[in-house]
């Protein structure tokens, strides 16, 4: 459904400015006229959804509020009237207003949030529609949230682990533009108007230093270039799929991310199997949620095998899945319990994760510093070793 920027009068005669979902500007006169608001002037907004405006922590936010209204009684469209209207923001706001709309208009619940496919992923609208048919909405709406929430401070770890690296790295490269660009040009033109022998290695850095201020276009064009690459990435599978081949396999990282993308894999499994999907619609679901194109490789191939009659564990043991899951899921097929087996490994992993990233910055700090210190202080050697072959030149 297409977006609108409005411009409408209260009936007070105020102006009201916002966005608002319609087929047409007829039907957003309509909507508008049903809350006694007079249209004005509406346009198609550039955007076909808020989905940039939407974080994450709305998504939770809403997951987690709904389900206590609805586990305390409360009709669906009547709850989601209560958090349109105790909402602050606005665009989520009028992401609430086009589902009450649409679930007054006799829609299911699923099929309103399949309407902005952007903000509401497939897992989502597959464990809701779930939940719908088996009455068990609240729970399914709660273990959303949890699920969603317990990814996102993972993330959040992930982040807060780069930022430090990142800032070093960053320093780095400042201190690499001083020496070339400022130090090194000054103290050699010093060298030879005094006219004394210039040492190899300061000449060295001296013709690069040059060099690099002679083609200082080669910067922006790379940062314009490595743009252009994400982008290309993010387009095309073939590529996509080569960048999560090589992220899965980065030295040191290589666990992290591994067990990183299992545990979003565990996590969802047992949230679709948990709001009552089944085994085949659940593996279809996570091949699109699980963020990596060749896990969602390994993925497909367990859905065909499971398809042609194998049982998960086998299916997955044929696929190449790390052995302590499929000791865990062999236990949920035995036991009959294996939404809950998948959370065990989820939370396993989301654990484990946790602790590699702590060692790993453990080691990387100290060994940043070392690096920097040596970088530096050979920096700071060169220029002296000049100086002191200066003053014994002119003894």
Known sequence: MPLYNYVAITPEGQKRKGWDYAVDVADLEARLSREGLLL??????????????????????????????LDAGVPLA??????????????????????????????SFAKALSAHPKIFSNYMV??????????????????????????EELESTVKHALIYPSFVLAALFVVIGIYLFFVVPRFVEALKSAEFPIPSYMQFAYDLSIALRARWYIFPAGILLLFVLVILVKKNPKAKLLKDKIVLRLPLLKRVTVKYYFARFASFMGLLLNAGLDMI??????????????????????????????TLSDAMTEVG?????????????????LAEEFQKVAEFF?????????????????????????????????????????LGKIH
């Open 40 to 69: 004005l002037r509406a346009s198609r907004s550039r955007f076909k959804e808020l989905s940039a405006r939407i974080k994450r922590r709305d998504i939770i936010t809403f997951a987690h509020d709904l389900s206590r209204a």
């Open 126 to 151: 597959g464990a809701v529609k779930a939940g719908e048919t088996s009455g068990n909405l609240p729970y399914v709406l709660m273990n959303i949230a949890q699920t969603l929430e317990r990814i």
């Open 350 to 390: 989301y654990n484990d994760v946790d602790r590699l990233l702590k060692k790993l910055l453990a080691i990387f700090e100290p060994l940043v510093i070392i690096f920097i210190g040596i970088f530096v202080g050979g920096i700071v050697a060169s220029l002296f070793s000049s100086l002191y072959n200066v």
């Open 321 to 337: 899945f790390d052995p302590l899951t499929l000791r865990m899921i062999k236990t949920g097929e035995m036991t009959g319990n």
């Open 78 to 107: 009547t709850a989601l009237e209560t958090l349109e209207e105790g909402w602050g923001g606005k665009q989520f706001t009028m992401v609430l207003r086009d589902l009450r709309r649409r679930i007054e208009a006799g829609d």
């Open 281 to 310: 619609r659940s593996l279809s679901v996570m091949q699109e949620v699980v963020g990596n194109s060749e896990i969602a490789q390994r993925i497909s191939k367990v859905q065909y095998y499971v398809e042609s009659g194998e």
